[in-house]
């Protein structure tokens, strides 16, 4: 393969990055290798500067030596990112290939050092690679959910709050069990989504809130800073040092960072995608079913052989890319806790993975997003099926026959409509019959399915409680 089919994204081997690169372009800073390098640079120069701060070394950093070594990640580009690379594959300068990702970023950074500057023994001084990792993939995994998927997250919910308020009191058979069941509205069922999606949406914030870090050594116990200065708090420090990177600390770890935060992360993200699946189908069967239209895009091809067909096809691709994302962060939930004794490196490659899983799940709220924004009630077919559709009014028959005292009105309805077609017509003669007073029974003949809907146009305004 030459380097322009290297480049080309109908080479990709993934389809995040060919296929649908235009789609995922938001997560290359957060999830990229060179996203990575970047906040491994931040924190090998933020605890640099850390350990200039402490009265027990004799490092000293002056303000625009500072300045220029944030620039390192502050300003971090391609060639940056390329550099490291080289240094970790083919080695550079005085350097032989590491062959090590982390050590790369630590030459890289001496590399860096502002002239005048004796530092290079300080850059990652008493830190084992998982300190830097640990601490980096989170400056990278929270803000992706944060400024990436939430939003577009939120912007499936506020399409469905839309829908909600906009056909509130749209009247639409309901089917328990697939069969046809006590009428709603579609506004309703809309508020319902929305309104899962919004927990669902808590959920997220916190688990982003609660990620953690830690900064302890090789096997958690500060070992190498101890033997170094034992007068120093370390304990303190590394707590002061991973807050000021904006993570909650965690003080007892082996090498690693047990993970548990990014396990709630991963089962928070998989949550919500259950319940986008969920509307995915619903929507899906309510065009089925022709409840719903959908705007035909010009030029559009529905089906190769059948000119007349539009497919749900945004639904049934969200649907599909938020099941891959499930079954990633499912594994990824259950992985990354995972460390035999002090440490093994299986994770690592583990956690190269997680941008693909934050992908699919971008994808899958785009296309649902989407096929909401195209779809339609259609009011005439909801209408039809309530109105071939009777025997759904059979639960308010019998509720008002049991308030007026009859003890057989189950029973009664029953015999009526169970299993078996029945009209208005039919309810009426049985209306005709029944020894109830005249209110009661004008109140039965009044009944029919467009109208018993209860509270649901009111229950839309409860989206937000």
């Known amino acids: ?21 235009d789609r995922t372009t938001p997560l290359a800073p957060y999830a990229s290798e060179a996203g990575l390098m970047r906040a491994r640079v931040r924190v090998e120069v933020e605890y640099l500067l850390a350990l200039a701060d402490l009265d027990a070394t004799p490092l000293e950093i002056d303000d625009g030596q500072r300045e220029e070594l944030r620039g390192l990640y502050e300003r971090f580009g391609p ?18 290939a590491t062959n090590h990702d982390v050590k790369a970023i630590e030459y890289f950074v001496r590399e860096g050092l502002p002239g005048g500057l004796d530092a290079e023994q300080w850059i990652h001084f008493g830190l084992t690679s998982e300190d830097v990792n640990n601490l980096a993939h989170r400056l990278l995994i929270g803000p992706a959910v944060e400024e990436v998927l939430v939003p577009a997250f939120r912007s499936v919910r506020d399409a469905l709050v839309d829908l909600a308020h906009e056909h509130r009191g749209l009247p639409m058979l309901a089917r328990t069990h697939g069969q046809p069941a006590t009428p709603t509205t579609f506004g309703k069922e809309m508020a319902v989504y929305a309104a899962r999606l919004g927990r669902a949406l808590g959920r997220i914030r916190s688990a982003t809130d609660g990620l953690s870090g830690k900064l302890a050594g090789a ?13 120093v708090d370390w304990r303190a420090f590394s707590r002061e040092f991973v807050e000021e990177l904006g993570l909650e600390h965690v003080p007892l770890t082996t090498q690693v960072n047990p993970c548990d935060d990014l396990a709630e992360l991963f089962d928070s993200l998989r949550g919500a995608n259950d319940v986008l699946l969920d509307l995915d189908r619903d929507m899906w069967l309510y065009v089925s079913d022709r409840y719903l239209g959908q705007d035909a895009v010009e030029g559009e091809t529905g089906s190769s052989t059948m000119p007349h067909k539009v497919n749900p096809i945004d639904f049934e691709n969200s649907e599909g890319n938020l099941s891959k994302a499930n079954s990633d962060l499912t594994f990824l939930a259950g992985y990354v806790t995972k460390s035999r004794l002090q440490r093994d490196l299986s994770d690592s490659t583990v956690k190269r993975n997680v941008g693909a899983a934050l992908a699919h799940c971008l994808i899958g709220y785009g296309k649902c997003e989407k096929g909401l924004e195209k779809v339609a009630p259609n009011e005439r077919v909801m209408r039809e099926e309530l109105e071939e559709n009777p025997e759904v009014i059979g639960e308010a028959v019998q509720t008002i026959l049991r308030r007026e005292g009859h003890t057989d009105a189950y029973e009664r309805v029953k015999s009526l409509s169970r299993g078996r077609r029945t009209s208005l017509d039919d309810f009426r003669e049985l209306f005709a019959e029944l020894d109830v007073d005249e209110r009661t029974r004008e109140e039965l003949m009044s009944l029919t399915p467009a109208d018993y809907t209860g509270l649901a146009s009111e229950l839309v305004d409860d989206i937000d409680e």
Request: proline content about 6%; charged content about 30%.
């Open 219 to 231: 096997s958690g116990t500060y070992a190498a800073h101890t033997v170094a200065y034992p007068d």
């Open 79 to 96: 060639e940056d990112a390329r550099l490291i690379k080289r240094i970790e594959t083919q080695g550079y300068g005085e350097y032989d």
């Open 1 to 21: 393969m030459d380097q322009d089919q290297r480049s080309d994204p109908l080479y990709a081997v993934s389809p995040l990055d060919g296929r649908y690169a």
